[in-house]
């Protein structure tokens, strides 16, 4: 059975490659009944962001061999109780430390995202690499950032997934895109964690991932009105950047996740 890789990138003032504004992105991996509605909801997303009203929307629609696809349980998620901005950074510095990210780089990151981490300081379209002990940003293109594509999960295991989550108030499109994806780059080889958090600026909240601790939401990353945000892959051992940069893009599906560690409020 084939399979559709649909994929959405919207900005404002002109393409991104011609310096536009990034307003909002999607990436999907679904069925060819499911093909039609996905490219119609994704342009709904483009033109109803609240980051404004784009001049410039691509979509593309990829075939993927069923084949290539590798199957993904996702990682628990757990909620971590903070209340300001200020603790809601601590507690990612710590969660960042207890997987194996260096303090500096820890803070590093952090910084980069309250201050916007383009070159321009605003957002980016992707994510920044980063030398989870040195603190070296080496993503190939600093102004795009890497963006992982080909994900989504099986619809019986978002629907699962959904069930199951909904005492803990988080069973919503965000999370389970934002958990998909972290998902998928902390199974990278040479991934060590990851930070992100929303550049919508109604959404304060985000989190730090890593395989050894799972999905841990942070409910409070920002403040309320501020359109910077972004995501951290913290890496190590990794032979090049381009090779990294390439599995990001491999196709997966994620399923729901079966271990006995599970979520908790
Ligand atoms: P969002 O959680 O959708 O508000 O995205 C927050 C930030 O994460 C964006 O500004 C991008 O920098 C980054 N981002 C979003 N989607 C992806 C993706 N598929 N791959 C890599 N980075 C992403």
């Known amino acids: 059975m084939d399979s559709y890789s649909v994929r959405m990138r919207a900005a404002a003032g002109g393409a991104h490659e011609a310096g536009g504004r990034h307003i909002s992105g999607g990436e999907r991996l679904i069925g060819a009944e499911e093909l039609e509605a996905t490219v119609q909801k994704l342009l709904r997303r483009a033109l109803t962001h609240e980051l404004g009203q784009p001049d410039f929307v691509n979509l593309t629609v990829e075939k993927v061999d069923s084949a290539d696809i590798t199957q993904l349980q996702a990682l628990p998620v757990i909620q971590?109780?903070?209340?300001?901005?200020?603790?809601?950074?601590?507690?990612?510095?710590?969660?960042?430390?207890?997987?194996?990210?260096?303090?500096?780089?820890?803070?590093?990151?952090?910084?980069?995202?309250?201050?916007?981490?383009?070159?321009?300081?605003?957002?980016?379209?992707?994510?920044?690499?980063?030398?989870?002990?040195?603190?070296?940003?080496?993503?190939?293109?600093?102004?795009?950032?890497?963006?992982?594509?080909?994900?989504?999960?099986?619809?019986q295991a978002l629907e699962g997934w959904k069930q199951r989550v909904m005492p803990l108030g988080i069973a919503n499109e965000r999370?389970?895109?934002?958990?998909?994806?972290?998902?998928?780059?902390?199974?990278?080889?040479?991934?060590?964690?990851?930070?992100?958090?929303?550049?919508?600026?109604?959404?304060?909240?985000?989190?730090?991932?890593?395989?050894?601790?799972?999905?841990?939401?942070?409910?409070?990353?920002?403040?309320?009105?501020?359109?910077?945000?972004?995501?951290?892959?913290?890496?190590?051992?990794?032979?090049?950047?381009?090779?990294?940069?390439?599995?990001?893009?491999?196709?997966?599906l994620i399923l729901e996740q079966t271990e006995q560690r599970g979520e908790q409020a």
């Open 80 to 155: 971590r109780e903070v209340h300001s901005v200020c603790e809601g950074h601590a507690a990612a510095v710590e969660l960042l430390l207890q997987a194996g990210v260096a303090l500096s780089a820890a803070q590093k990151a952090v910084a980069l995202l309250v201050h916007g981490p383009a070159p321009d300081g605003g957002v980016m379209r992707g994510a920044v690499v980063m030398d989870a002990d040195t603190g070296a940003r080496l993503e190939s293109d600093p102004a795009r950032g890497v963006r992982v594509t080909q994900l989504d999960w099986t619809p």
């Open 175 to 252: 999370v389970a895109e934002a958990l998909a994806l972290a998902t998928k780059v902390t199974a990278v080889a040479g991934t060590v964690a990851e930070l992100c958090w929303s550049d919508d600026p109604s959404y304060v909240g985000g989190y730090v991932a890593a395989k050894s601790i799972g999905y841990v939401r942070i409910p409070q990353l920002k403040e309320l009105g501020s359109p910077l945000g972004g995501r951290v892959f913290f890496v190590r051992g990794i032979r090049n950047v381009q090779e990294y940069e390439a599995a990001l893009q491999a196709p997966v």
